[in-house]
């Protein structure tokens, strides 16, 4: 489905107002859909649909997925936790899970942003160049 432009706007003015200190309230965004759907204004699937992928997008740039190949130790965790803070801002959700298959180092994904230090892709590489 195409969206307007107006939709366009509307949504991102919607999902601006839900935002609290840098970070999406949840609250407040379950409370504008609700809203929304009982004023039903002019064109509002198209602005729903919009907001939803705003805010989709934003739960994806505040969630960091960590692998490494072994479990790693409790300082080494809290070290990474405050260094994607410090780069990401606040309400960052974090989750680490072990990968063997990385047969060594770190893979970060935040949203669409990826940093591979690991092993294998090293390796993989490296074999590109021979």
């Known amino acids: 489905m195409k969206i307007s432009k107006q939709a ?3 949504a991102k003015q ?3 107002g839900c935002v609290v200190n840098g970070v999406l ?4 965004a379950r409370q504008t859909v609700q809203q929304i759907i009982g004023r039903k204004p002019r064109g509002y699937v198209a602005i729903l ?3 939803q992928r705003l805010v989709k997008l934003d739960v994806a740039r505040r969630t960091a997925k960590i692998e490494s190949a072994v479990e790693l130790p409790e300082d080494l965790r809290i070290g990474v936790q405050t260094n994607l803070a410090r780069r990401y801002g606040p309400g960052l959700s974090v989750s680490f899970a ?3 298959a990385l047969i060594g180092g770190l893979r970060v994904q935040v949203g669409s ?3 591979d230090g690991s092993i294998r892709t090293r390796l993989a ?3 590109e160049k021979f």
Do not use: G, K, Q, S
Request: glycine share 0%; hydrophobic share 25%.
């Open 113 to 115: 942003d990826v940093y």
């Open 8 to 10: 366009r706007r509307d």
């Open 98 to 100: 072990p990968n063997p």
């Open 25 to 28: 309230d949840d609250n407040r």
């Open 125 to 127: 590489e490296l074999a």
């Open 14 to 16: 919607l999902f601006r």
């Open 49 to 51: 649909t919009h907001f």
